[in-house]
């Protein structure tokens, strides 16, 4: 055993770390706040990582990669989430979007949207979720109606994230209504600009642009929009989802803040309850936890193994550590003075972090969702 | 008997005299490592000095030997608690589950042939379970069928608390086996002593045997055992397990208040060899003063059911919360106490079968916690009971 | 990074489990606990024939991992007997085992083994250790009893960060087992005609356990790759393993007989006797608010080493 990621990646997360410090504004908490120079901040630093190479380092050579290994991949991740995203909404197009169209998209797609996904230049939103559409996908009910060589889509999508800025929506919607509601699926690639399209954003406690309302009515499109085969779509997402699989490095967040608590609150520290001290001792452990179970589920997926029920303990671990996490810093702060620089910085990175961490068990695959998977092959192994 | 605040100030001193004179004294460490014999004595003498006292079935009409007031029985409970007395361990069944099913079920004859006996200490057991119908207990197999006015009952039965020393069993068996699972069940009267009834002890993990398995071969019921009509013995088990999930929560809830978290803060307080003490880490502290913050909360629900029972206006889903609610805070409490205890935990291995779940024999109490969320109806179910009677939501769908 | 131990670690695991298995599996537990003194002869030479006594944890990290997985199938029979302890016995000195001891009320379930044993406290005191004779049937006492301490030299971090890490990875043993036993029984036990399994309410309490197990198999493979690659918080990464092993062994235990029902209380059940002696393992040398407790002593404000445990790296 090996728990040693080697230098290359201790290298390369030394790099992340002095760039996020020079380039991203000490108060940064997120591209997707009500000032817009926050959004401004991540467009900029994703213009530089792609300059420098480390936008898309997981990319094949061809597009403009250099083919990084996974745990490359997988400190990037832990980086840039621990420093609240500073690639906004990029990590979308660089992390499946980019990789999806150069499995399934035509050679005119790929021409069109790598190079800019690769520049960091554009945003994408993923148009999946509806209303009575959410757990259940498959039951997605917006349809692309024939009309002459293209098709005509109406419906509603709901919960999705960066509609407001996005150029682009990765569109999953209904081509034909065939008896399994699997069938009949298609993907588009559709400009936010094309008529028909309404975005209504919904105020949410994560804050804004986190979650929208988006109207098509007639949408047009055609055979050149679509990715992949007509009909195929419910394959195609399925490899989405299983590029995500991971998902976001919420753990490293957590350990960033939670290591930083001593730090932040300096002679404090030792004034906080023992019980309290006891809780962030466990929630350290849990955080390592979380960690060596997102290691587990890449390791797997190097050796071509991982299944379904091992990336929903770690997606069940994750999303549990956020919420118990924010939680335990939310009493810490709540219980200090945290009215000097570095203690009142932290404070905002911790109610930042709560009020995000609300929604880990709900988004990209609830709780629920994810027990079930994982029960499955727990009880199917047998 | 009215119930004012006076009256029961007054009824309070008045049991609290009582047990005074009339609670053994040191009776938990006689009778810890008692033999079956000097258990059983013990049991009726106490349940006897209860009932000369009128404490015994407080809960029962008065003309059958109770009547008081739901306001007196929760300061009766209240006191017994306070004051230590053991528990009516043998006693339970028939002065819960027989009684209440006589009482709403049976025909005049039964219950004269039963109450007065059961006052004078005519033992019950109840069964129920079977190895194929614990959860599902409509799903029991164990037949009766008719022959003149006379059934034949074979089966097997399990989970019977101490059935070794009982003279009669609630049966419940399967008088018709073509009709739906629990249109088919019928409730009977079963004298133990009947041919064909063979009692087998069940160790459990630690060894003690109060459990048992009842093998039932040709077992003549006549028709007087019967209660209610036949096949409707559903409706009739319904009574009886509800009476299980309603008033004697009270009194369990109680003895944790009082002798469980008593000996909860003695374990705490008490300084171990090296000289560590439970008492003086603030992570303990916290966590006792959350289990007290919860205590008051389940006595507070239970009272409230108890008032609720008497108006007639509980829910149909509020005994299983009361049920739910303290076998859990039971568990909460035994894993704090097993792990304050230390070494001594494992050293304290036997305990007096007439105490409850709170005896200070923590690995006991322990284990016999996780016991609580599986017998009378699993936290499973009543946990479907609250979804589904209390707050309205559908049923589990069927599995594909 | 390599996530799993060597396969020659995980064969030797898989033979001990094969080899157990033909010694009597599951009912070497039960014939010791009928008979106590027969056990050392039934089950050393088992032992023995898997070469346990040639192993070497701190010579190189394929050792450590063979005695690691030996541990973790001697924790799937249950096997009554100290097989980690044994296996941490100190290079120097005349000993046979290391124990470790908590300074309040020193106790091993080491009964009548008539072995020499080491002891070491959590501050690295060393101890020549003696036990006492049985307080009771191990029915009762789970061979748990006494130790007399002697002081001796001071124990090495690795030697005690072992002799926490190896326990741990015997109840990860149990834990493996009492959960295949849960859903074996759920998928055959059938109520409202159809097995326990089916329900979505057992599902996920089975889920949930079984995080706890796979959080658990982790941490433990990461305190041993810490103490071999000699880090001087190995001890603060065997805590945090035992903190979250002693916690997950709750879980995994409380559903097992929740979900067994009344028939996992009893011993025709395995749950019934891996429940009743994991709780050594459990309860000694530590529970599970005193390693919480010595844990967060011993993190200070320093926390856990991780992505951002140097002082400077974390704020930006």
Known sequence: MDFDMGDGVAGLRTRLRELIRTEVPEDYLGAFTDDPADLEAAQRFCRLLAEQGLLCMAWPEEWGGRGASPWEQTAVREEMWAHHEPRGAQYMGVNWVGPTIMRHGTPEQQRQHLPAIARGEVIWCQGFSEPNAGSDLASLQTAARRDGDGWRVSGQKIWTSYATMAQWCFLLCRTSSEAKKQRGLSIFLVPMTAPGIEVRPIRAMMGPHHLNEVFLDDVWVTEADALGPIGEGWTVVQEVLSFERVGIARYARCERLLQWAPVALGDQWEALPEELRGSWARMLVRARRARLLAYRVVDMQNRGRVHPGDAAAYRIAVTRLDQESAEVLMEIVGGADTSGEDASRFRRAVEDHWRYSVSATVASGSIEMQRILMSRSLLAAR | ?400 | MILELCEEAQDFGRSALGAIEAAGGDRLVQAAEADPAQRQAAIEPVLAGLGAWQLEPRRNLEEMEAAAALCRSAGHWALPYPVAARLCRPAAGDFDGLLVVSDVEPAAPVAGLGLRWAAAGLDGQGYAATARPAPAAPRRSAFVTRLDLQPAARVDTADLALALTLPCWTLLGMLDRAMALTCAYVLERQQFGQPLASFQGVQFQLTDAEVERVGVEELAKYALWSIESGRPDAVDDALALRAAAVEAAEIVFRVAHQLHGAIGFCDETTISWMSRYSAPLRRLPLGLTATRTELTRRLGRQGLAGLFSSPSSTSQ
């Open chain 2, 1 to 400: 008997m009215t119930g004012g605040t006076a009256d029961l100030e007054a009824f309070r001193a008045e049991v609290r005299d009582w047990c005074r004179h009339h609670v053994p004294a040191g009776w938990r460490a006689a009778q810890t490592g008692v033999s079956d014999e000097g258990y059983v004595a013990f049991q009726q003498a106490w349940f006897a000095e209860l009932g000369a006292a009128g404490y015994a079935v407080p809960h029962w009409p008065a003309e059958w030997g109770g009547g008081m007031s739901g306001a007196q029985q929760v300061v009766l409970y209240q006191e017994l608690a306070a004051q230590d007395a053991p528990r009516l361990v043998l006693a339970f069944v028939a002065i819960h589950h027989a009684a209440a099913t006589l009482l709403a079920a049976g025909t005049e004859e039964q219950r004269r042939r039963h109450l007065p006996a059961i006052l004078a200490g005519e033992v019950w057991v109840q069964g129920f379970s079977e190895p194929e119908a614990g959860s599902d207990l409509a799903a029991l197999r164990t037949s009766a069928r008719r022959d003149g006015d006379r059934f034949v009952v074979n089966g097997q039965k399990l989970w019977a608390s101490g059935a070794a020393f009982a003279d009669w069993c609630l049966l419940l068996a399967r008088t018709d086996p073509e009709a739906p699972k629990r249109k088919g069940i019928s409730y009977f009267l079963m004298d133990m002593r009947s041919p064909g009834v063979e009692v087998r002890p069940v160790r459990n993990s630690l060894g003690e045997s109060h459990f048992c398995e009842i093998f039932l071969n040709d077992v003549m019921i006549p028709g007087s055992g019967l209660v209610g009509e036949v096949n409707a013995g559903w409706q009739v088990a319904q009574a009886t397990l509800s009476a299980e999930r309603g008033m004697t929560m009270l009194e369990l809830a109680e003895r944790l208040g009082n002798a469980g978290f008593k000996w909860l803060l003695e374990t705490c307080a008490r300084r171990q060899p090296g000289g560590y003490r439970p008492m003086d880490d603030p992570t303990v502290l916290d966590r006792l003063a959350r289990l007290e913050t919860e205590m008051a909360g389940l006595r507070g629900l239970c009272r409230s059911l108890v008032e609720r029972h008497e108006a007639g206006t509980a829910g149909p889903a509020d005994a299983s919360i009361v049920k739910l609610y303290y076998s859990e805070l039971l568990q909460r409490t035994m894993d704090l106490g097993v792990e304050v205890a230390g070494l001594d935990a494992h050293r304290v291995m036997e305990k007096p079968p007439s105490s409850g779940w709170e005896s200070g024999a923590w690995v006991l109490d322990f284990i016999g916690s996780w016991e609580w969320t599986i017998p009378g109806g699993t936290s499973e179910i009543q946990r479907s009971i609250i979804g589904e009677r209390g707050l309205g939501l559908p049923r589990e769908p069927a599995a594909s």
